[in-house]
């Protein structure tokens, strides 16, 4: 029973298109990310979302939206899409602790987003 | 958070103890050390995380001494399938930002 979902797991898609990638944690986490690995292999954070809140917007431009419907999915929704948005797109849920309790972050297998 | 600073990439022989050193000289008081690791095609998976002093568990070790500026991150008896990217991030409750990483090779 897999933790974190991400679906679909290959994206190719043309400029200019608008599409999505549905992510689903069923380890009750109160906490979720999307995170970037561009052809570099560097993992940068998107979004962060706790208890549908969001918490962390690290300079992503606005075509890209997180949805989160309920605590257990945070959707990416990704308007015009552009080359430079070719990537892996993944996403993660962690329990986040009080005071200064850290606690780890489960990943998805990941999106390959293929722009063209 | 404090950032990161871990080597590029490290080459070692199958049976070989590996250690990785990161140093986090910025590192704060509520900040924890935490290692994840990533195969190719796959999502990064939490391998080990310390406060301070010693950790242990059935994959690796982390040693990080008093001052906390850095930590190593120590796995016993290499692999094959150990090759991979190993990331040291310096997390504080939900920011999870991770660094450049340490690409291991390990070699037959």
């Known amino acids: 029973d897999t933790a974190v979902s991400q679906t679909p797991k290959y994206l190719v898609t043309q400029m200019g298109n608008d599409k999505s990638i549905k992510c689903e944690q069923n380890?009750?986490?109160?906490?979720m990310y999307w995170y970037k690995q561009d052809s570099k292999k560097f993992l940068k954070i998107m979004f962060s979302?706790?208890?549908?809140?969001?918490?962390i917007n690290e300079t992503v431009p606005n075509r890209f939206s997180p949805k989160s419907p309920d605590k257990a999915h945070l959707n990416l929704h990704i308007n015009s899409l552009e080359l430079g948005d070719s990537a892996v797109y993944f996403c993660a849920s962690s329990q986040t602790g009080t005071g200064i309790m850290n606690t780890e972050a489960f990943f998805g297998q990941g999106t390959r987003l293929t722009v063209v | 958070l404090a950032k990161t600073t871990q080597p590029i990439s490290m080459d070692s022989y199958e049976g070989q103890e590996v250690n990785i050193t990161c140093s986090h000289n910025n590192i704060a008081t509520n900040d924890y050390i935490t290692w994840y690791q990533q195969f190719p095609s796959q999502g990064p998976r939490f391998i080990i995380q310390?406060?301070?002093t010693k950790v242990t568990n059935e994959v690796a070790s982390l040693f990080i001494p008093a001052d906390r500026k850095s930590s190593t991150l120590s796995l016993p008896r290499v692999s094959l399938s150990d090759t991979a990217v190993y990331y040291c991030?310096?997390?504080?409750?939900?920011?999870?930002?991770f660094g450049k990483g340490t690409r291991l090779h390990i070699l037959p």
């Open positions: 310390g406060y301070k």
């Open positions: 991030l310096v997390s504080r409750d939900d920011k999870i930002i």
């Open positions: 380890l009750g986490h109160d906490t």
């Open positions: 979302y706790n208890n549908k809140e969001l918490i």
